[in-house]
């Protein structure tokens, strides 16, 4: 049966859980290249791949999926310009949450933390800052950066047959932690198979991934790209597992990408839960994840949405002042793209002098990633925050470098920043 959970590139016509081909659509973004498809100055006349980025959910188990898998060499090629440990507010949660683990399940010095799509072992240090061993599994080339920062790192895509390779090598993990990454994966039977094989009895299996209830409310179809091949709710999660040897224990709701749900799974069936489990499940039936009068709504807000922000920009443009972009994450491709700005809109994107995007730009509409100092240096009328999901610590941290530009926060609603 968890097969079925193992897709193939390609259109993908079935519920990427239950397997029903009971689906409907929900919102089409249009065709799109890949969000961190980002291209060098050589690169811009060269021929750009597109793919459909079209969400749409399964009337059946409620699953939130996008409709179009496309191949992961592709999405996570070896030059992956994307650092969980350049921006302070993710660094600190992700070391907070090796912490949090440790402390809330009592794991010892000594035993082993594993981390799947681990980047650059920012999670995993927390771990090794309270004594315990720690390996990751990075398919891209910033496993480098990792091991150069003192965390052993294999560089591969996990898989069932890597799990048993580990196992093998390192002997049996205390917990696995999969942070953004739960919901990238098309081969997800073998990751949670291999998975299976590395953990010893009664293990964790720690997940983290976009939040669908939050996705909703705060109407982030920016946070809709290619990556994201599925948008959890705890409902989906539990009927997942359902399929696999786990027990969901326990359950939170974290700020990190703009709403994302924590889940806690513990090898071996019938553990007790807490009663976290019963009161989210409480939540989402009271916000109504299951009918499509909700979906409707939100298709509604996002063509409002798009076209707010497209006036507020026009009207800048029409004054003689075209509208800089503040941070790069990989939402704001999809953003970029759905709202039509090109680089006479958005005429550059800028980024901290640390970031692997500089000198780079965004697929599609070509627009530069610069060092921030332009903007700094330009003081233009109006910048557009692409990472509104942490707007509040970049504004504050942008004003004591001398940023005076009023900021527009698109999502949920396009307004004008207040700090």
């Not at 759905?338 to 901290?352: F, K, M, R, S, W």
């Not at 509104?388 to 009023?406: A, D």
């Amino acid at each position: 049966m968890t097969a079925l959970h193992d897709i193939s590139v390609g259109p993908i016509e079935a519920c990427q859980i239950c397997g029903s081909r009971n689906i409907e659509p929900v919102v089409d973004l249009g065709h799109q290249a890949p969000c961190d498809s980002l291209l060098t100055p050589s690169q811009l006349r060269e021929a750009e791949s597109t793919y459909p980025l079209r969400l749409v959910r399964c009337i059946d188990c409620s699953l939130a999926q996008i409709d179009y898998a496309v191949a992961p060499e592709v999405l996570f090629h070896r030059e992956y310009p994307y650092r969980s440990g350049i921006t302070e507010t993710l660094r600190n949660n992700l070391r907070s949450t090796a912490f949090s683990i440790i402390d809330r399940f009592g794991l010892s010095e000594g035993s082993l933390a594993i981390d799947l799509g681990s980047n650059d072992g920012t999670l995993l240090s927390g771990f090794k800052d309270r004594g315990m061993r720690v390996l990751g599994v990075e398919p891209t080339d910033i496993a480098e950066i990792a091991r150069e920062a003192g965390i052993d790192t294999r560089q591969a895509f996990f898989c069932e047959e890597v799990g048993r390779e580990i196992a093998a090598e390192r002997g049996k993990a205390a917990v696995v932690t999969a942070a953004n990454m739960f919901a990238h994966v098309a081969q997800l039977g073998s990751l949670i198979r291999g998975v299976e094989h590395m953990l010893q009895p009664g293990g964790l299996f720690v997940t983290e991934s976009h939040y669908l209830l939050d996705l909703l409310k705060t109407v982030q179809y920016d946070s809709i790209y290619h990556e994201h091949l599925k948008y959890y709710s705890l409902k989906t999660i539990l009927k997942l597992f359902e399929y696999y040897d786990f027990t969901v224990v326990d359950v939170e709701r974290i700020e990190n990408y703009g709403g994302s749900i924590r889940v806690y799974a513990m090898l071996g069936r019938g553990h007790e839960a807490k009663p976290s489990v019963a009161a989210m499940l409480a939540e989402e039936q009271l916000a109504r994840l299951e009918d499509a009068s909700t979906y409707e709504a939100f298709a509604g807000r996002v063509r409002k949405s798009r076209v707010d922000l497209q006036m507020l920009i026009l009207e800048a443009m029409a004054n003689g002042h075209p509208v800089p972009g503040i941070g790069c994450p990989g939402r704001a491709s999809t953003l970029i793209s759905y709202c039509g700005l090109d680089a006479q809109a958005v005429p550059y994107i800028a980024e901290q002098s640390t970031s692997l995007k500089l000198g780079l730009h965004l697929p599609g509409k070509h627009i530069p990633i610069v060092d921030e100092a332009r903007l700094l240096e330009e003081q233009p009328p109006k910048a557009l925050m692409l990472s509104w999901h942490y707007w509040r610590p970049i504004v504050r941290n942008m004003r004591r470098k001398g940023l005076k530009s009023q900021i527009i926060v698109p999502l949920p609603d396009v307004t004008v920043a207040e700090e």
